[in-house]
């Protein structure tokens, strides 16, 4: 009995080591041809990449400091050229994954200390995750710049999980071609042309995507074009082109100052919990087929804050949203459906739907308190008009103030168990309208 136990040890032992995998070294005054270990680091990531088999740990060693955002500026978008052989010595090259690792064992590349390892400097990709044989690799913590596409996944790669990343400088930020089950968490995505761009338009599927606790700022198309005080691109900070794609999640992410949407989402059943649209975008949410937004908020965007564009087989759901505008607050066709949201601003909404998506069917709005022109559409017998008493919109803080009519007059059936903050809901006496429960 005890030898058959001790065999069993030994063999979980020798298992949890294969599985463990080795751990490698990347060095900016490393060999390649050296072993990779912490004494003898390997030089590119390029070659450490491809050394790497399932289970194992690559650690990249810190470098000096790549440029500032306006001197990557200069480099790669003063004069939107193309990126192509990297200008900036002082970072490592991008690195191409043609293979990856094994479910339970996966790979992962991570920088030795975050935010002080730096990829890219021109050069077509930060990190591409290439091609079905592309599986099962995570990487974690590094700054990357200045290329065409910060990250790629494209040709069927799946189980990528990119995170902790600072993504700038380059034409787009995040793109996912054909690809499958990737996460993007607590991702930087500023000062890009394109922020994360999934799917293209009739081609390369993106499906089941999770993108959760990222920003988008400030990403636009800084080359003036002729009669445009920036670039004629409608570049988005969060876009989803391809509508046929499934399973696209994004939770508590945040995005603004893009050239057209915060968020310019097209499948028919993508969920946004908890995203904020915080200003200086043309719209805050673009939603094409259909999308169920819960918790959301969106306020100080130029032309909209919400735009349904075109609503597929299932319309649109907003539940517990706040949506402030100084003009134009929701703009539909289609079928919409409004739970416990605070609308201010003007409203218009065609029972017909008008482009090659849409469906003809009614705005159904109940429990929300809707104020600015928005108390026009008022249909629901327990919705609300006048002024929602926010703490300080002009300092973005659109939590209800002692006394607000939002205050427990919204519907606990199809409200979420938490609020934007992830406080519970309901406090007191009942569930809140809008994003924030008190
Ligand atoms: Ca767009
Ligand atoms: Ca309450």
Request: aromatic letters at 6%; glycine letters at 16%; one cysteine or more.
């Amino acid at each position: 009995m005890r030898k058959w136990a001790l065999g069993v040890g030994v063999l979980a032992l020798l298992l949890a080591g294969a599985f463990a995998g080795e751990t490698y070294y990347v060095s900016f005054e490393g060999d390649d041809a050296g072993s990779g270990s912490k004494e003898k680091p390997w030089k590119t990531l390029q070659a450490a990449v491809e050394k790497l088999k399932a289970g194992d740990t690559l650690v990249v060693m810190p470098m000096p400091a790549p440029p500032k955002v306006d001197e990557v500026d200069l480099i790669l978008l003063g004069d939107n050229k193309k990126p192509g052989a990297q200008v900036v010595p002082t970072a490592y090259k991008g690195a191409v994954l043609k293979k990856g690792g094994e479910q339970g064992a996966p790979i992962t590349i991570r920088a030795a200390d975050k935010h002080k390892v730096a990829v890219g400097g021109g050069g077509e990709y930060g990190f591409c995750f290439q091609g079905s044989e592309c599986q099962h690799v995570r990487v974690e913590g590094f700054e990357i710049f200045a290329v065409n596409r910060g990250v790629l996944v494209d040709g069927g790669a799946g189980f990528i999980e990119v995170s902790d990343c600072d993504i700038r400088g380059c034409r787009m930020g995040v793109k996912v071609g054909a690809g499958t089950d990737c996460a993007f968490r607590r991702l930087k995505i500023h000062d890009n042309k394109y922020g994360m761009h999934l799917g293209d338009k009739g081609k390369n599927k993106p499906d089941r995507m999770l993108v959760e606790d990222c920003e988008a700022r400030n990403n636009h198309n800084k080359t003036k074009s002729a009669g445009s005080p920036i670039g004629k691109d409608n570049t988005d900070g969060f876009c989803c082109e391809l509508g046929e794609a499934t399973g696209i999640v994004f939770r508590r992410c945040f995005a603004s100052g893009s050239q057209d949407s915060g968020f310019d989402i097209k499948p028919e059943d993508a969920v946004l919990e908890n995203c904020i649209a915080g200003g200086g975008c043309k719209q805050g949410f673009k939603l094409w087929r259909g999308a169920k937004l819960v918790n959301c908020l969106s306020y100080g965007n130029g032309a909209r804050e919400i735009q349904l564009a075109g609503i597929g087989k299932r319309g649109v759901e907003l539940v517990n949203c706040t949506f402030v505008a100084k003009g134009n607050v929701l703009e539909a066709d289609g079928p919409v459906k409004v739970l416990n949201c605070i609308l201010v601003g003007k409203v218009s909404h065609s029972e017909k739907g008008s482009s090659e998506w849409s469906l003809a069917g009614p705005l159904e709005e109940d429990f929300n308190l809707l104020s600015g022109g928005a108390d026009s559409i008022k249909k629901g017998q327990h919705s609300l008009t006048g002024e929602p008493k926010l703490v300080d919109p002009a300092k973005g803080d659109y939590h209800l103030q002692a006394g607000s009519p939002a205050i427990d007059t919204g519907t606990a059936a199809g409200a979420p168990k938490t609020d934007l903050d992830g406080k519970a809901r309901p406090q007191g006496k009942g569930v809140d309208i809008g994003a924030y429960e008190r």
